[in-house]
């Protein structure tokens, strides 16, 4: 997220701009480098400097103005994997500057004030009638900025979900409640920021929360699996240095109230079903795992599969990963001849990519003992493909950044290391 020096020529979302701007390609996160301020104040500026060449020198304010912009991008530019950056991005404060890139929102100050400055003097110098310059100088700038494609959403559509999130709370709620709300859609900021401004206005803590500075282990997308209540609280206790303390968090537990959750256990309230591992299993320890299906999926819960996993080793098999190395049950859809009708990590588009982004999956919700096993409900998806007939499940430990599957070869699947996969019948519309 550092800024290239064509960085400051990209901006795709201009009518005017995009054809040119999608020629500079290979960019890393490139809808975080759109830093193109537009040709119009560039001229603006530059006929200013021409005209007016006292400008720039030593004790000028243009100078000062001129550094200052400058000095900023140096400092955050990125040349050949070579930043002046590095020698500050560690110290405090700095350290938690996510996307450097953003640093044009402080340019634009300097910029701003370069171009304001520029407008009065070249009304001040009066080469042209008053009302021609201003032609001169609006016109290219409205005809710039009204090509730009802005992204925008509808109040009414905001207020509406909120009340809908509303409509969700319970009648029971103390002053000391903690509301964990569940996703609704695939959108997972739009449903944090949802349960925030809701819990906010009914002045009741939360554990939803948006940031682009995701914490570390934080899961973006986690449905409806009421497993993730209690993930956030250990890994919130780890953070504190209390990962220990198990008073600490059935303090904590007993206050939360999950709103919208599948599968939660009161157990959970006293106890943490889960902890953190520090180091990925071996193939040989995944090898120990199987599957099994509950014959009781479809009658006692549906739209729900009942899948156990069953710990024939000697290893506790912990539910979070210190090493974003976590273990998770994966699934595909096969069609009424048996064939997959996408792979493990990427189905097909016309069928349903559930929520995660990492197509179909479900973290553990608790440690799997040793000789022990654990149940995890997996949601059927609504059948998009006539031909779509089972679920056919697995077990992979992935390596992730941000809740999201990298494309690793080190990923392991369970059942290329021997374990047997089983099925669930989609139910039929």
Not at 105 to 122: E, G, M, R, Y
Not at 164 to 192: C, G, H, M, W, Y
Not at 203 to 227: E, K, M, Q, V, W
């Amino acid at each position: 997220m550092l800024p290239r020096i064509t960085s400051y020529f990209i901006a795709d979302h201009s009518r005017i701009w995009e054809l040119f701007s999608k020629k500079l390609a290979n960019f890393p996160v490139r809808w975080e480098h759109q830093l193109f301020i537009g040709i119009a104040p560039i001229i603006i500026i530059s006929t200013k400097i021409l005209l007016d060449k006292e400008s720039l020198k030593f004790k000028g304010e243009f100078f000062w103005l001129a550094l200052s912009t400058l000095s900023l991008i140096i400092l955050t530019l990125n040349f050949y994997d070579f930043s002046l950056w590095r020698l500050v991005a560690t110290l405090p404060l700095f350290s938690s500057i996510r996307a450097v890139t953003r640093i044009i929102l402080i340019i634009l100050f300097p910029i701003s004030i370069f171009l304001a400055k520029s407008v009065d003097d070249l009304l001040r110098n009066r080469f042209l009638s008053r009302k021609y310059i201003i032609a001169l100088i609006s016109i290219p700038l409205i005809i710039e900025i009204s090509a730009v494609n802005v992204s925008t959403s509808f109040k009414h559509d905001w207020i509406t979900r909120e009340k809908e999130q509303e409509k969700r709370l319970p009648n029971t709620l103390t002053d000391k409640s903690i509301v964990f709300f569940s996703q609704q859609s695939a959108i997972f900021e739009q449903e944090e920021l949802d349960a925030m401004i809701v819990a906010q206005r009914h002045n009741i803590a939360t554990l939803n929360g948006y940031s682009g500075n995701l914490p570390h282990h934080f899961r973006a997308y986690y449905s409806d699996d009421c497993a993730e209540y209690q993930r956030r609280l250990i890994l919130y206790l780890d953070f504190m240095g209390q990962t220990h303390h198990i008073e600490e968090y059935t303090k904590l537990a007993k206050r939360v109230t999950p709103i919208g959750f599948v599968g939660c256990q009161e157990s959970w309230k006293l106890y943490p079903p889960m902890s953190i591992s520090h180091g990925a299993l071996t193939k040989e320890e995944i090898a120990q795992l199987t599957l099994e299906v509950s014959p009781e999926t479809s009658t006692k819960l549906p739209g729900y599969a009942r899948v156990t996993i069953v710990n024939h080793g000697h290893q506790n098999i912990s539910a979070i990963s210190a090493d974003d190395r976590p273990l998770r049950l994966a699934w595909r859809v096969i069609d009424s001849n048996g064939v997959p009708l996408g792979d493990w990590t990427r189905p097909r588009a016309e069928l349903p990519a559930g929520v995660f982004p990492q197509a179909y999956r479900r973290d553990l919700p608790g440690d799997i003992p040793p000789g022990g096993h654990i149940d995890i409900l997996a949601p059927l998806p609504h059948r998009t493909s006539n031909n779509a007939r089972k679920l056919e499940f697995s077990i992979v430990q992935e390596a992730t950044i941000w809740g999201y599957t990298l494309d690793d070869p080190m990923n392991i699947w369970a059942h290329e290391a021997g374990m047997k996969t089983v099925y669930v019948d989609l139910p039929i519309d």
